[in-house]
């Protein structure tokens, strides 16, 4: 497959202009998708093969097919931006296409060209640009995912796969500003362990993660954080999203492990916070680095991040038999200000000096 010829089979059940305004005026985060969805197949004998453009719905599964039963699964998040000139935009998409490429080959399934993704965003913005909503800190989420849907049961590499992108409107993630959440520090649970799938963007790291993010809830919190599955005391991160701390001297600090996802919005905070001045460490942390350095005053301040809610305040860690932190902590000085300098990039309110974003329609 040298172009991508990407076959049309519009929608002719496609929501009326006026429903979709009213969807677009309250989105939500992906209460609704848009009306197509794009699809690319790939078989050990063809490679990568007939990409379609088609209304979004179901998708024909044999019952034995391997991602049902073994999961052999991967997806990528990402957002389309409208800029107030009406042209859209994402953000550093050769990124997710990169970690896209080094999920499957954690999962066992086939690479998808960098070319090949580009082309699949561009090619559903070509049908559903009206879906891009235009108000305040709403996007449209870009959700890529590609599965083994070869009908086998035996435990090895599917060899038909399938790679599909939809996409929901979502709307402003804060709706009433942007509030600190109280996070519940996991100590039974643990989402990856060494040499396991957690830098994968896979299916199951969330399955795994389900349970303690029931506990979270039970103890009144919105987010569950999770340490190393071997010694129990290295900060990790959340379910979704990547985890950094400021120190009082500027000192941005965001634990290493080969079994965190690296995250795209850390990385792209991380570069603007030390083209700022600002010293970064990429290094472990212990939970009681945290809780120590908050108790004395180093730690200053808290925030996860990730592109559904870009940068979310961590007002406080409630761990069964401590805290960290109070639960009606303010935002700080230096998240909300990272925070905005990434999003007037994101929404062409500043200028892009990185060459990050990546013009979708047209
Ligand atoms: C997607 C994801 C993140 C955030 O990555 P971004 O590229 O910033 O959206 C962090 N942790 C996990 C487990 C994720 O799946």
Redesign the pocket.
Known sequence: MAELEFHRHLNLQAKSPAEREAILADPGFCNFMTDHMVDICWSEKGGWHRPRIQPYGPIELEPAAAVLHYGQEIFE?LKAYRHADGSIWTFRPDA?ARRLQASAARMALPELPVEYFLESLKALISVDAEWVPSAPETSLYLRPFMFGKEAFLGVRPAKKVAYYVIAGPAGSYFAGGVAPVSIWLSEHFSRAGRGGTGAA?TGG?YAASLIAQNEAYENGCQQVLFLDSTTNTYVE??????VVLVYKDGTLVTPLSDSI?P????DSILRLAEERGHTVERRPVTIDEWRAGFENGDIVEAFA????AVITPIGMIKAKDFTIGSPDAIAGEMTMSLRDELTDIQYGRREDVHGWMYRLDG
């Open positions: 998040g997710n963007k790291n991160e959340l379910g979704g999203m990547n996802l995250g795209i919005t850390r991040c990730g592109t559904a």
